[in-house]
């Protein structure tokens, strides 16, 4: 069964780190791009970070460029989202989905096709 697998979520003073990790089962990651989501109630769905296994290049969304790190592991078929510097704007839902198609942005949810169940992230004092 083809499927993604969010943990490291939790409850984190502003200021403070996580790291988050996406698990993939029934396919290798090697040359998938996967990319990190979230989303806040009442928000739309918005991209994070994606790492490309094909080009090795990684993408960020102004918002958390400088202080999100993406990378992966894909001799364990992995996927981290290094998180520092959290805000608690940063209170979210995080999803890890895999692309299945191009499209103009890296961040358009429908060239994903696999999603996991996400892990929820809090920041607060």
């Known amino acids: 069964q083809v499927q993604l697998v969010e943990s490291g979520g939790g409850l984190v003073q502003p200021g403070g780190s996580l790291k988050l990790s996406c698990a993939a089962s029934?396919?290798?990651?090697?040359?998938?791009?996967i990319a990190w989501f979230r989303q806040a109630p009442g928000k739309e769905r918005e991209g994070v970070a994606a790492s490309s296994g094909a080009t090795s290049q990684t993408f960020y969304s102004d918002s958390v460029s400088g202080r999100f790190t993406i990378s992966r592991d894909d001799a364990k078929n992995t996927v981290y989202l290094l998180m520092t510097g959290l805000k608690p704007e940063d209170t979210a839902l995080y999803y890890c989905?895999?692309?299945?198609?191009?499209?103009?942005?890296?961040?358009?949810?429908?060239?994903?096709?696999?999603w996991g169940q996400g892990t929820q992230v809090t920041v607060s004092s």
């Open positions: 029934g396919f290798t990651t090697d040359y998938w791009t």
């Open positions: 989905a895999r692309r299945i198609r191009h499209a103009t942005t890296w961040y358009d949810t429908m060239a994903y096709d696999i």
